[in-house]
């Protein structure tokens, strides 16, 4: 009797796992069949937000369905991040966040979710360096100048940030503790909001994404002082990387990825993966992407969550040395 009950159980689950699979299979095989959001994080103009524009852009064409954005502002991307973690697993709302993601866990002790295990990478899209920018008022020329001046007059001055745990964030406390200064943060709810107070000179300086930040260095609106990155941007060769600058290991780069609930089918993460890196693989959208000054970053689901996972792991150690908190 105890076999034929083993067996009988071993045949349910079977039966039930069967009929899993084929719901997902079927599921995958009508996908998408009505709209797609991407829950974008910051506002609109945002390098983000226009990165998941321009994919969506691309994607939605190829898979014959729109692609809608919702900029779900707050909280350095956590209040997205949760809404998405708690919509239906069905591939029909991706979280398009920033490599604030891997900030949040360290900054925000009550998530409402857990970012490895009910959120998995769909893939990483752009690779964006991130440009220290000023008034041109100020007279800093260089980064140097900054540092200069900030150490000269301790706790007169103050930066700009596009949120509590954003990638610009985690750069400008990157900045600070191998420049060795103090300042104040003052955090918004997205890159246009800071880089509008950097340019009126109520904020000193900001780790502006470089996609966002390109049209008002070329008018003149904005001084670039020095670039994240361990190489120079192309769009911008005159600027020097912070660690050429002066800095070594002040290198920072801002990435931009696609993330659905952990529950999500297999074979639509897959199709996802697949149609984004068609998208970023289009010329039209390489061209637009280089204009931006951002390296398209295709990354299967598998390896995208495994850099996630590093990045939280380098996020937590800066966290602890700059003793960071939620404001």
Same mark, same amino acid.
């Given at each position: 009797?105890?076999?034929?009950? @083993? @067996? ?8 039930? @796992? ?17 709209? #797609? ?48 973690? &708690? ?19 360290? #900054? ?42 900030? &150490? ?138 280089? &204009? ?36």
């Amino acid at each position: 009797m105890k076999t034929i009950r @083993l @067996l009988t159980k071993a045949v349910t689950v079977a039966v039930a @796992l069967g009929a899993s699979l084929g719901m997902s299979c079927a599921m995958a095989q009508a996908y998408p069949n009505k709209p #797609i959001k991407f829950v974008v994080p910051f506002s609109a103009g945002s390098a983000t937000d226009i990165v998941a524009r321009t994919v969506a852009e691309a994607m939605g064409k190829t898979m014959g369905q729109t692609i809608l954005i919702e900029n779900k502002l707050g909280a350095g991307g956590t209040i997205a991040a949760a809404q998405v973690a &708690k919509s239906d697993p069905d591939g029909y709302t991706i979280l398009v966040h920033s490599s604030g993601h891997a900030l949040n866990p360290s #900054i925000y002790p009550n998530l409402g979710y857990d970012t490895l295990k009910d959120l998995t990478g769909v893939t990483a899209l752009a690779a964006i360096p991130n440009v220290l920018v000023v008034n041109p008022a100020k007279g800093w020329k260089t980064q140097a100048d900054l540092i200069a001046a900030v &150490k000269a007059k301790p706790d007169q001055f103050n930066y700009a940030s596009a949120g509590v745990g954003s990638g610009t964030h985690m750069n400008a406390e990157i900045f600070r503790i191998q420049a060795g200064i103090d300042a104040l943060h003052v955090p918004y709810k997205g890159t246009p909001d800071a880089m509008t107070n950097v340019i009126g000179g109520s904020n000193d300086w900001f780790f502006a994404p470089l996609a966002s930040a390109l049209p008002l260095i070329r008018d003149g609106k904005l001084q670039a002082l020095s670039v994240s990155t361990k190489q120079r941007a192309s769009t911008l060769p005159q600027v020097p990387t912070s660690i050429e600058a002066g800095l070594p290991g002040s290198d920072y780069t801002l990435w931009i990825g696609m993330i659905a609930p952990s529950a999500t089918p297999q074979p639509i993460l897959r199709k996802l993966y697949e149609e984004a890196s068609k998208a970023l693989n289009n010329p039209e959208i390489k061209e637009r992407m280089a &204009k931006l000054g951002a390296d398209p970053m295709p990354m299967s689901s598998d390896a995208f969550n495994a850099y996630i996972k590093s990045e939280i792991e380098v996020a937590a150690r800066i966290v602890k040395a700059a003793n960071l908190k939620a404001q």
